[in-house]
């Protein structure tokens, strides 16, 4: 039995309700977490507040930097154990579970760095007068995460909200929580006072709602769907409580005919297999240039032939997806294109021996997908790839653009000048040239545009949003 961690302490739910934890690979119940309510909530938001009041809010910036860089050390020992609890809730194959652990103590670094390094300005003003600001901590932030890479969004988001001093009450998504309540134990272990980082777990209609509801909760972070995304914000508007929402995406990767297609090829792949294509920022439009159209496809149809699903131990090209309704999701969309005669390219091939439970869906290359189609406007959130021809620049942007999402864009091509002219026109929070995800770089300002969210995580920027500016004028005569 799993149990929320509260003011450092395994805690039972008030409610005496458990869910179970399902492992995607064979579809079986191994575990149970604690299905909280708000009352859970509310005893984690004070254990937070006496935490902020008392400890927290009086160490300085090194202090809590030597804190967060002690936590990423013993992520860094614990990385194997945390990516096994991951692997086994989630699904992932065991080089992307292991990728994530490395992720969040990276994270944990970073912002380690970066609490002592955060500070306001002078102002030139008036004669006669002084004038500066001050950047500080809201106080408890609310942090609300989805299943598909709980590691790296708890490190992005709580490593954040920590080095710029608040104390985080945190909500993982209710198919993938294990990592997260053994890393808050870590961070116990090396010396985190009681309430700085406390863990909930439960449904996200109720205790989800509840920290958005709770009126101790002075900043969210979510991390999830539009659809929820927009809930959430409705919640916070009721109080005025600021948001960042990390939302979903349909992100186009535009190869030109002068790219490096040698270069080109395993990037456009892992942009929608890594995580069995259950990222937010997957590569799941392809774009090419009307001049390559047919021999790009030829190239990627041999590819996504070869590629490989299987249980996560496996560690295959793909692991399963998260559940059954997220499979039955994918197989919706892939329905919906044999009903509109969308062609197939090509796809891969679930292993022989896959557990009958388990959630797996084999990658799928489409081609030729009428930019209206659902397929080439909705996130699938599964190894999906939708191809699509354009005759010039223009046409390019405009696909590129036509979707209500704008996260993330690659664009492939030698043309200096064309790489800066198109990363202008693009309408999303990060383009990438001639490569995808430069490596995930912790460094690097991530968020959205349009339906994709707003507010950014990630590199320093983010500690902006996990702040508030106060200007202090003084008179001196
Ligand atoms: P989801 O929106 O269903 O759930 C996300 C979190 O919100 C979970 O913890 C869930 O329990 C909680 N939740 C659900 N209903 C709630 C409610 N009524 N009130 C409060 N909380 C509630 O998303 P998901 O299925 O877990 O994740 C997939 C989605 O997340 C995709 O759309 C994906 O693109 C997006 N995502 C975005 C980013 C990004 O950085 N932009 C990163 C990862 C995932």
Known sequence: MQYNYIANASVSSSSGRSIPVIDPSDGQPFD????????????????????????????????????????????TECADELATLEQ??????????????????RYFEFYAGACDKLHGETLPYLDGYSVFTWREPHGVTGHIIPWNYPMQIFGRSVGGALAAGNVCVVKPSEDACLSLIRVAQLAAEVGFPAGAINIVTGLGHEVGDALARHAGIAHISFTGSPAVGTLIAQAAALRHCPVTLELGGKSPQIVFADADLDAVVPAVVNAIVQNAGQTCSAGSRLLIDDLIYKPLLERLGEVFENLRVGPAAMDMDLGPLIRQTQQQRVWDFLSDAQVAGIPMVAQGRVVDGAPEGGYYQAPVLLRDVPPDHRLAQEEVFGPVLCAFPFKSEDHAVHLANSTRFGLVAGLWTRDGSRQLRLAKRLQCGQVFVNNYGAGGGVELPFGGVKSSGYGREKGLEALLGFTTLKTVAVKHG
Do not use: Y
Not at 88 to 105: E, M, S
């Open 88 to 105: 086994r809730d989630c699904g992932k194959p065991t080089k992307q579970a292991r990728a994530d652990a490395v992720a969040l103590a």
């Open 32 to 75: 149970e977490l604690q299905r909280s309510n708000a009352q859970d909530i509310d005893t984690a938001v004070q254990a937070a507040q006496q935490c902020f009041s008392t400890v927290w809010s009086r160490l300085t910036g090194a202090e809590r930097g030597r804190l967060l860089m002690r936590l990423s050390h013993k992520i």
